[in-house]
Nanobody, 127 residues
């Protein structure tokens, strides 16, 4: 399994921005499919955004499309989730996940496909 560490969560007002980071110390994340997921109290974990290995395809949930952007910094071995125009309904614990690429993962973002998870970071959007 891959050891992942998320950071960047916090409290932000509606309309504000946050950037989440996901790093790994023992593997090269560029070789993995990376996903960002979130789970709000009483709700199931949902896929927010996923990115294929290397220059692989990206997926965004309909609810965040146009507001969130997933990206990689290969030199820093870090994957980011830039979150703009945040809404109260974006409040959740956000997790990053990693998995070696499989053809069945292309263009999808299902939590069940990922075997390595970070500890999560809380994002709260409130005035």
């Amino acid at each position: 399994q891959v050891q992942l560490v998320e950071s960047g969560g916090g409290l932000v007002q509606p309309g504000g921005s946050l950037r989440l980071s996901c790093t790994a110390s023992e593997v090269t994340l560029d070789y993995y499919v990376i996903g960002w997921f979130r789970q709000a109290p009483g709700k199931e974990r949902e896929g927010v955004s996923c990115m294929g290995s290397g220059d692989g395809s990206t997926y965004y949930a309909h609810s965040v499309k146009g507001r969130f952007t997933i990206s990689r910094d290969i030199a820093k071995n870090t994957v980011y989730l830039q979150m703009n125009s945040l809404k109260p309904e974006d409040t959740a614990v956000y997790y990053c996940a990693a998995e070696p690429p499989m053809p069945t993962m292309e263009g999808t973002c299902y939590a069940a496909a990922f075997g390595s998870w970070g500890q999560g970071t809380q994002v709260t959007v409130s005035s």
